[in-house]
């Protein structure tokens, strides 16, 4: 009994390490960066990239920005919210595996990129539909352009200037 509990012990203890082994590389994979900051209010990107890439070290800086959304469903109900992250798409801080569709691309308008968790709240929506999306007391039309694995968040992501647009970060 003992040698056996010791075998599980010993057996449980790799899978462990495996699976923090596998985690890390997958983390490491899709987001290519080491710091992350956030702020209290939006501020233009371009000073804000200046002064962090004057700090010892920093070789490199993205800005995103972000707002709530909401999808409004064919039949006028709200679905529940998420996340619209803006980001630079031409950036390598974030590489998501595109799972159906694209990525987006730097002069995309009303496009967005939804990650896996969040299309499973939205089953009747693939890549290429347009959906109605509400920020604010604003309704826009987007187009869903592509599907990223990503089972643990449901957001989505837009361009960086689209974002910034209609958040009033311009």
């Known amino acids: 009994t003992l040698t056996m509990a010791g075998i599980l012990f010993i057996g449980v203890i790799n899978v462990r390490s495996s699976l923090m082994t596998e985690l890390d590389n997958i983390l490491k994979t899709l987001f290519n960066y080491e710091v992350q900051v956030y702020l209290d209010h939006p501020y233009p ?51 998501p595996k595109i799972i159906s569709g694209r990525w987006l691309n730097p002069d995309d308008r009303n496009a967005m990129v939804i990650t896996s968790a969040l299309a499973g709240d939205m089953p009747d929506v693939q890549a290429g539909d347009t959906v109605v999306i509400k920020t604010g007391e604003k309704e826009y039309n987007w187009k869903v352009v592509g599907i990223v694995l990503m089972a643990w968040e449901k957001n989505s992501y837009a361009t960086f200037d689209y974002v910034s647009s209609l958040n009033g970060a311009a």
């Open 45 to 95: 990107a371009s000073g804000l990239e200046q002064r962090a890439e004057a700090v010892p070290g920093v070789m490199e800086t993205a800005s995103q920005t972000g707002l709530r959304g909401q999808r409004i469903k064919p039949d006028g109900s709200e679905g529940s919210a998420f996340g619209i992250a803006g980001v630079n798409p031409a950036s390598d801080f974030f590489q």
